[in-house]
């Protein structure tokens, strides 16, 4: 890979960030050529690597102080920035390499208590390596062509032969105090060297410049592709999937957690990864991770999970798959606890990674970030382990040492910073909106986002949609939801991108107006269309996902106090949202055995833009009133907002004991209260 520094970039970088508090031109070039770093995904991938620089900075009282600036956790190299290198008071730090052993949580509380503010994220769990060599530089990352080269057998003699004597080879150690001291013994003894290769670990550099340690970072990892290259087996061609993963899916995602969990899937299939799970011995080559911290992404080992080729019987294999791998890890548990003499709590033995011959890469995770996050992480493992069988054979770590990074607190405590679900209440549920572009629908999306959903958002308004779209970072589809191919079509999308689907919220609609006796026949049609069978096409479409996937689910349906309170004028309208209301309790009663809950709510005088400005002026006029006292003439006298029918129908998404329901949000109308 060619050096991506740019003395013109560089020069920008300190005109941005040297000026500001806690920084200066060399605290700048390292986020400059940290950037550099994580901008390439054969680097490092989501937090991993990390880079420091051993600086002066002023303390609280303005003396100048050495310091050493490292990543902290959260970061991502490829959009740090100047706080996300804090600076640890150095000398002292340095000086815990006399120490005879250090805990991983005092390693922890002796860079948090010599932080020079207090405000400032931990440091990586790497410090201790990064205080102990001396550079000013230290460059270090997961580089997918060095651990091709270090996951061997023989790493060390290959590797000496390939590199000589600027890398000094240390043996795996799990990261922590031990390997600390270790890394700086071995870069003592080797006083040639201006790097360290860790074996079944990465790459670390240095330099007296931020250039100086990339470029030589960069230069190992052209030598490694200069080896790797030309033992690089030609690709061939391969034939079309033979399953279909819109019908496969939900079947598998609804066999995932036990129904104890819920997760978001997602599908990778590259010529590589394709050509990988479709080999022959993929039983013997899919093992452990390339890096052992990626084992919190992946866990220990893949499922491998060859399908017949009928449809109708993957719902056995997947069982039968399933049982295997959580009886393995289960064992594997134990067997390392007894091993260890140790007592933890199990983590869910459930595969984050799910190899399928003849379709390709299933990662699962608790949100959609943390699918694609393992997705990414063993997309590159599969080229990592192509090129280490390229030049001899991939060797993972044992299972004792990836159990101890598994199971050890303080991977496991970064993991959790960067999880996106949290304890939100609808984390790893995949829900479908219609009508999202503006008014209710898109309420409806931002609330649904914040609870954690992951989101399906469907409109005709385009330009409006992709707003919408945007401000919840969900994927989107412009269609006609009259158009019942269309909408089958976008379920199936949003049930590939996610490998399933839990809730709907039916709610586009239209609002026409007409006395019943000189109704138009295509007004009537139209409204039938939009306001009744739309949200068949989508229901119906839902439940055949919902059907396979087995762990129920929700149909929500925005209705109109209509149905129950129709007005003048409003025949159109109210006789297809009653028709809406018979519809959702007719999916209660047909979708109960299967736990699919069926809900509507039923909202009145709300802003939104299916009211007509001059109808709605003269309604109010007819009542005496101005427009915006006609919104506040209910039982409570306020106003209904978008934001409190959104509030409602989120809800009744969560009343896992309530269907067939109701749901007025209209301040308070007894002519329209259901009875």
Not at 559 to 575: D, E, L, R, T
């Amino acid at each position: 890979m060619p050096s991506a520094w740019s003395d013109a970039d560089a020069q920008a970088a300190i005109d941005r960030w040297a000026h500001l508090p806690h920084c200066n031109e060399a605290l700048a070039l390292r986020v400059y050529s940290s950037r550099l770093i994580g901008a390439d995904p054969t680097l490092v991938l989501h937090g991993g690597g990390n880079t420091s620089v051993k600086t002066e900075l002023p303390d609280d009282t303005g003396a100048m102080v050495p310091v050493l600036c490292v990543k902290g956790s959260g970061w991502d190299l490829a959009e740090l920035e100047p706080p996300g290198l804090p600076a640890v008071r150095l000398e002292t730090l340095a000086a815990l390499r006399g120490l005879p052993s250090l805990s991983d949580e005092d390693m922890v509380n002796a860079a948090r208590t010599r932080l020079l503010q207090a405000s400032a994220p931990n440091p990586s769990v790497e410090v201790l390596l990064h205080a102990f060599l001396p550079a000013t530089y230290i460059d270090h990352s997961h580089a997918d062509r060095i651990l091709a080269l270090v996951d061997q057998a023989d790493a060390e003699a290959r590797c000496r032969a390939i590199f000589g004597e600027h890398l000094a080879i240390v043996p795996y150690v799990m990261p922590g105090f031990a390997l600390a001291k270790l890394a700086a013994e071995v870069a003592e003894r080797n006083p040639q060297a201006w790097g360290l290769l860790l074996l079944q670990h990465g790459l670390f550099t240095w330099g007296s410049t931020a250039r100086q340690s990339y470029e030589r970072h960069v230069a190992v990892i052209e030598r490694a592709e200069s080896v790797l290259a030309p033992l690089r087996r030609p690709q061939l061609e391969l034939g079309a999937p033979r399953h279909d993963w819109v019908g496969l899916a939900p079947t598998l995602r609804g066999r995932l957690g036990a129904g104890e969990r819920r997760y978001v899937l997602t599908l990778r299939s590259s010529a590589a990864i394709r050509r990988f799970v479709d080999d022959p011995a993929l039983a013997q080559r899919a093992c452990g991770p390339a890096t052992p911290d990626h084992v919190l992404r992946t866990k220990p080992w893949p499922l491998v999970l060859p399908l017949p080729d009928a449809p109708q019987d993957h719902a056995a294999a997947i069982d039968a798959a399933l049982a295997r791998y959580r009886e393995d890890y289960r064992a594997y548990f134990e067997r390392q606890c007894a091993a260890k003499q140790v007592t933890r709590r199990a983590l869910d033995p459930d595969p984050r990674i799910v190899l399928v011959p003849g379709l390709g890469l299933v990662a699962a995770g608790s949100d959609a970030r943390a699918a694609a996050i393992a997705a990414d992480v063993y997309e590159h493992t599969i080229d990592v382990i192509d090129d280490a069988d390229a030049v001899g054979r991939f060797h993972a770590l044992p299972e004792g040492d990836l159990f101890d990074m598994e199971y050890w607190s303080l991977e496991q405590a970064k993991l959790s910073v960067g999880a996106s679900g949290g304890t939100r209440p609808l984390a790893g549920r995949v829900v479908v909106v219609t009508g999202a572009a503006s008014g209710i629908g898109a309420a409806v999306a931002r609330r649904f986002a914040a609870a954690g959903a992951a989101l399906w958002l469907v409109d005709r308004d385009a330009d409006a949609l992709a707003r919408t779209a945007a401000a919840c970072k969900a994927p989107c589809a412009v269609l006609d939801v009259t158009d019942r191919a269309a909408v089958h079509r976008t379920v199936a999308e949003a049930v590939a991108r996610f490998g399933g689907v839990d809730g709907l919220v039916s709610n586009a609609g239209t609002a026409p107006q007409a006395p019943m006796d000189a109704c138009p026949p295509e007004l009537l049609q139209q409204s039938l269309a939009v306001n009744l069978l739309a949200h068949q096409w989508f229901a119906e479409a839902m439940m055949r996902a919902l059907r396979a996937q087995g762990t129920g689910g929700f149909l929500l349906f925005n209705a109109s106090k209509s149905a129950f309170n129709p007005g003048p004028g409003f025949g159109p309208y109210a006789i297809a949202k009653a028709a809406l209301v018979a519809l959702m309790k007719q999916y209660a009663i047909e979708g109960g055995a299967l736990g699919v809950r069926a809900n509507a709510v039923n909202a009145d005088r709300v802003r939104t833009a299916l009211l007509d400005p001059v109808a709605l002026a003269e309604r109010a006029r007819a009542r005496g009133l101005d427009p915006d006292a006609y919104f506040r003439a209910n039982l409570l006298g306020q106003e209904v907002t978008v934001d409190d029918v959104a509030a409602a129908m989120l809800a009744l998404a969560l009343a896992e004991r309530t269907t067939g329901a109701v749901l007025p949000v209209d301040g308070g109308n007894i002519a329209a209260a259901p009875r």
